[in-house]
C-alpha cells in the first residue's frame, strides 16, 4: 500500500484560494461597547412612504449582436432572472442607449413623435425588450435610465459631445425630451411593459453632463429636467412612470448644493431624489454616513413642500472593496440599514449581476480565485455566475426587506453597532443590526410601541462563509427570539448581522411530477417536468448523481433556474461527461428559501462523441457568422459581423473559450507595432536599486509621514516601498516624475499593495493607492487618475495586485506617479510599480464603450475544407483562413515592424498550464496576478481543465512569445509579433500526457504501446474493426482467466497536479471467479522502477457497451515514471480499450494530495487556527 502525508489534525487552507474564504478581522478603532442601547422607533417613521425595493444595475446588451457572438443566450438571461428570484430583488437598473431607437432625427419637429422615424426593431431595442419582459414575468419593477454608450451617432444631432454622457446640445431640450418620451411611450404604452415604474437619465450629471459652452452643468440638467418632465406630463406618461433625479454621487463635494438647487428652484420636477453611494467603516461605524443621508434628506424636505412623500433612492450603492472581501457582506447591510433608519426608501446595487459586462472597466483587476471588480452581487458568465460576499447578506436583506414595507428611525449609543427596523404591508417586522466591531454587544433594544411576536434569527458573519459557494445557498434561521412589550436583550457577535423576522416562513412548495432527461449530443443532458402549482415557487432546483436512488444534497446540486409563469420547466446541464449515465432529481424552492420534496429520478446516458466530418458558416440573422468545423480536433466560432473579429470560440468537446470583459473581445486583438510599446516609463519601480533611498522617488508629507526604503517587507525582490501615518488626516506620498510620455498614447498602470491598520475614508481621492497626475507645461494638472482602488484599501489587506488603463491628455509633458497614504493613518507598503505605454489599436472590435467598427467584412466560400473571411479597418487586413483543426490568421498593412497580436478572447481565468513547443511546461494560476512568462518559441499550447482539448498558437518559425496574467485581459492570454502577411495558426489539438491515446498511429503496431501476459492464455490484437472512435482500438481476449495489459510509459510527471486517467472501455464474456476483470490503473515507480503507488478503476464484468472510466490520483514524492495500463485481470472473456487519456485534472489545488514539500511543511498550504499548534503533515496515513 502506499503511504502518502495527508493531515489528521486541525485545519489547514490552500494558499491559492482558501485562505481568501476566512476573513481574519482587521484591527481597528470601532470597537462596541460591552453594552449598547439601541432604540427602535416603531412609532416615527423615517419616511412617509413605504419602501420601493432593492435589487441592483443591468446593463441589457446581452441579445445585442456583438454579445450574441460572444454566445449570450437565453440559459444566461434565465441565469440572471433566477439570482433575482432567489435573492428576492424587487427592482432592477437598466441603462440604455439613445441611439437604440433614435440614431437619426425622427422628424424636424420636436412636438411630433413620428414612429417611422424611430428604430424600434433595431436588434439593440429587440434585446432590450427581452429583458424587460423577462423582469415582467419575474414581478421586478424598473427604473430605466438614458445614457450614451455609443455617443458617435447622436453627436451633434441630439447632444452635445462625442462623448459619454447625454447631455442635449445647444438649443435642443425639446428634442432630448421628445426622445426620452419616444422610449417611455414605446415600453409601457406599446409594448405594456406595465413593470417600467422609474425613468431618469444620465448617472452623476455633476460629473459626466457635458454641456454647450456658456452654461453650467446644473443649469443645463434643471433644464433639461423639466423639459422631460412637462413633455413626460403632456403624453399623459407620468400616469405610467416616476421621473428621478439627479443619480449623483454622495462623496462628491458639490453633491449638497446640487440637491438643495433642484428642491429649491425645480421641485415639481421631481418624482424622486436619488443618489450614488458607498461607505467605509470609518464612516459607517461612527455616525457620519447615517449623518450625511440624513442631511441630505433633510435639507431637501426643508426647501420641497412635498419631499416628504417623495422617495429617496439609493440607485447605484457599493460598499468600500473592489475585490471580493467577505467583510464586503458587512458593509453592504450596514449601508442599507443606515439608509433604512435615515429615510431612504430603495437601493439598487452597482452591479446586480455581472452577466455580460464587468465593470467598471478602468478599475481594479486582482485576479485572484475570487474574481477582480467585487461590485456585482454575483460574478460574469465566465464564472457561472459565482456569487461574492455579499450575496448572502445582501440576499437576507432583500428577502427580509420586502417592497411596501414602512420604514422607522433607530438609534444607537455606538454607532459600531447599527440597528434599522421595518413594518412589512402585511403587519410583520425586521430588525436588523449589524456589529461591525471585534467586540461582542449585549445590546438592550427599546420599541416606542409593544411587539408580541416570535423572531425568527438570521445570521450572517463573514467569520464563517463559504465563498466558494457557487450557487450561494441563503443562511436558514438557526434560532428563535420571543418579544413581548416594548423591550428585549441579546448578544451580537463581533463582526456579525443579525436579522430579526416574524414574515411568515411559508409551507414548502410541492414535488416536481413528470421529469425526463435526454442527451442531444455528448455536451449536454436537457431535462423536462411538469411545474408545481403553488404561486410562490420562486426557483427550482437540480440535483444530479452517478449513483441510482441518491439523495439530493448541497454536493450534488448541478444547478438552479427560475421558469417564468405559465413556461414550460426545463433545465440544460452542459458540464457532462459523453457516455456516463447520470441520475436527476428536481425540486421547487419558494420565496422563503422552503425546499419542496425531490421529483422522481429519471436518468440519461450521454451520447458518445460523433462529428459529421463537415466544415460550414452559416450567416446568422443575429449579425453574425457562425463557423463549425465539426471534427474530432476542430471547433465552433462566431464572427461579429460589424466589427469583422472573432468574439467566442468553443473547443469541440464544449468548453468555451471567451473573455466576457469592457475591454476588448476579438480574437486576436491587433495592435501596431511601436518600439516604445509594453516598455515601462517608471523608474525603480520595484524599489530594488539605491543607496541610502530608493533610486527615482521623493516624498512628501503634510504632518510627519515616515517613510522607509523597507527591506523586511516587499512583494518581490528584496526592497518595497514603505508610507507610516501616524496621526488621522495625514497626506503622505512616494512620487516621481517623467517627461518619457506622449500626449494620446494609452498606458497600463499597474502595482502592489499591502496595508496596515489604514483608518479614514476611501474616497474622493483619500486612501491607500497609487495615483498618476498629468501635468502640462506649467505644472498644473490636466487629467487624475486613481483613487478607485483606494475603497479596498482601508483595514489590513495582504499584498493585493490593481491595475487600470488611461490615455495621456492633450498637452501632456510629463507625468507624476505617487503611491498615496492620503487622508489616512495606518501603514502601506508599494511594491512592483509599473507604468507601461501601450500599442496603438489597429483591429479590435470593441474596446471600452465603443466599437471599431470594419469597414467591409467579406466571406468567401473557397472550397469544403476551406472558408474565408477578409476584415478591412483602414489600410490594415486581417485575414482568417477556416480549416478542419485549425484557424490561419494573418494581418497586412503599411505599419513598420509588423503587428502585435494578443488574445484573451480565448483563454479562461481558469488557465492551468502553458506548454511551449521547446518541451518545457509553465505552471499558472490566478494568484500570480500581474505574471508575466516569456519564451523564445514557435508555438506555446495553454490548457484549462476540465477540457481535454488545448489552445495552441503556432509560428512558421520560433519568435518572442509572452504569457501575461491580468494587465489586459482577466486572466492568462498570449502576446506576439507578427510581420505584415505572417501566417499564424490557432488550433485546439487535444491534451493527452500519454502519447498515442486513441491507439490509431502505428505500422504493424499501435505505437507507444508494450503488452504483458502472466499465462500466456492471451491474443492481443491493434484491432481494426471495432473502435469507439477513430478506426483502431486495442483488443484484449483471454481465452482462459488470465492476468493481461496494454500499457505505456510517462516519464517525469510532474508530481504538483492531480491527474486524471480515463478511457472507453467494451467488454464481451468477460468472466471472473475471484471478482476482478477489465480495468484501468496507474501504476506510480520511482527513478529505480520500485512500485510506489498503484490506483485502479472497478472491475468491469460481462458483455458492455462503449463506456467511459476515469480515475484520479496525486503522486507520492519521488514519482518519475508512470506506467499507464488497460488490464483484463484474473478474468476471461474479452476487453476493448480506446481514447486513453492522461490528463490533469481540475481540482484548483496546488499539490492537492499533500505530497510533496520541505521543512515539515506540505508545499502550497498554510495554516490558521484560532490557538495552539494542531496541524501535522502527516506520513502514516493517507
Known sequence: MMIRRTFVKGLILCVAAALLAVWVPAADRAEANSTVGIALKNSEKSYDGTTLGMGGTVIPFGFHPSWLARDFNEDDLATLLTYFKKTGATVARLWVDGAWWEPVNDNADETVMNDAGFTWNSREMESLYKYVQGFKDAGVDLYVCLMSDDPKYMYPWLIAANTLGTSPNAGKYGEYAEHLAALVKQLVVVKGFTNVKYVSFNGEPNNFFFTPPGITKLDHYKATMTAVRNRLASENLLAYVKLIGPDISYADHDTSDWLNDLATNIPDSLDAYSIHSGQSKPDATSGAYYNLISGLISDIRARDPAAADKPFMVTDYTPTGTVRRAEDGLNAVALVANGLRAGASEFGRWTFAEDIWTWPFLANQTSTSFGDYGYGIVGSKQENFTPRPVYKATALLYKLVPKGSTTYKATTSNEAVIPAIVRTAGGNHTIIVVNWSDTAADATFTLDTPIGTTFRKYKFAPAELNTVDKFGEIPASFATKTVNGTTFTDTIPANTVYFYSDIADGTAPGQPTGLTAASPNFKQVRLQWTAVSDPDVAYYRVYRSETANFAPSLANKVGEIWIKPGGAPAFND?????????????????????????????????????????????????????????????????????????????????????????????????????????????????????????????????????????????????????????????????????????????????????????????????????????????????????????????????????????????????????????????????????????????????????????????????????????????????????????????VAGPNAGGYYIEDGGIVQRNTAFAFWSDGTETALSDTFAGTQVAKNVSGVELYQPPSAQTVCYEFGSAKPVTVTNAIRFRGYYPRFQVNSGETFTLKFPKKRSNPNGGAEAGTTAPSGWTTWNQSGNVSFVWDASTAHWGSRSLKTTNTSADNSAWYAQVDQPNIANTYRWSSWIKTSGVASTVGQGAYLSVEAKDASYNVLAVYRTPFVTGTTDWKRYEIEFNLPEGTEHLLVEGNLYGASGTAWFDDLELNYADTGIHNAGAEYGSGGSPAGWATWTTGGTPFVWDTTTA
Not at 524599489?687 to 504632518?703: I, K, Y
Not at 488626516?729 to 517623467?738: A, D, E, K
Not at 499584498?799 to 509633458?813: D, E, I, K, L
Request: aromatic letters at 12%; zero cysteines.
Open 574 to 890: 452542459k458540464n457532462v461527461d459523453q457516455g456516463k449515465t447520470y441520475y436527476y432529481k428536481v425540486s421547487a424552492v419558494d420565496g422563503m428559501e422552503n425546499e419542496g420534496a425531490a421529483s422522481g429520478q429519471a436518468s440519461v446516458t450521454v451520447a458518445s462523441e460523433s462529428y459529421t466530418q463537415t466544415l460550414t458558416v452559416t450567416d446568422s440573422p443575429d449579425g453574425y457568422y457562425e463557423i463549425d468545423a465539426d471534427f474530432e480536433n476542430g471547433y465552433k466560432a462566431r464572427l461579429y459581423k460589424k466589427a469583422g473579429v472573432i468574439g467566442w470560440v468553443q473547443d469541440k468537446l464544449g468548453y468555451t473559450r471567451t473573455n466576457l470583459n469592457s475591454e476588448q473581445y476579438s480574437l486576436p486583438m491587433v495592435f501596431k507595432y511601436s518600439s516604445g510599446a509594453y516598455t515601462d516609463k517608471a523608474v525603480n519601480g520595484g524599489a530594488e536599486s539605491g543607496t541610502t533611498g530608493p533610486d527615482g522617488w521623493s516624498t512628501w508629507t503634510d504632518q510627519g509621514g515616515v517613510f522607509t526604503w523597507d527591506a523586511s517587507v516587499k512583494h518581490s525582490g528584496s526592497r518595497s516601498l514603505k508610507i507610516d501615518n501616524a496621526l488621522p488626516n495625514t497626506n503622505s506620498l512616494f512620487y516621481q516624475q517623467t517627461t518619457n510620455v506622449i500626449p494620446g498614447k494609452e498606458y497600463v498602470l499597474s502595482y502592489w499593495i499591502k496595508t496596515n491598520q489604514v483608518s479614514g475614508n476611501a474616497d474622493s481621492g483619500r486612501g491607500a493607492y497609487v495615483n498618476v497626475q498629468f501635468l502640462d507645461s506649467n505644472g498644473a494638472i490636466l487629467s487624475s487618475i486613481g483613487g478607485f482602488d483606494a475603497q479596498s484599501n482601508t483595514g489590513t489587506n495582504d499584498w493585493t495586485y490593481f491595475s487600470s488603463r488611461m490615455t495621456a491628455p492633450p498637452g501632456t509633458v510629463t507625468v507624476q506617479i505617487g503611491t498615496m497614504l492620503y487622508g489616512n493613518n495606518g501603514t502601506a507598503w508599494f511594491d512592483d510599480i509599473r507604468f507601461e505605454e501601450q500599442p496603438d489599436i489597429a483591429i479590435s472590435g470593441q474596446r471600452t464603450l465603443a466599437y471599431y467598427e470594419a469597414d467591409s467584412v467579406t466571406y468567401n466560400n473557397i472550397s469544403p475544407s476551406r472558408k474565408q473571411i477578409v476584415t478591412v479597418v483602414g489600410n490594415e487586413t486581417l485575414t482568417y483562413d477556416f480549416y478542419s483543426d485549425r484557424i490561419e490568421m494573418k
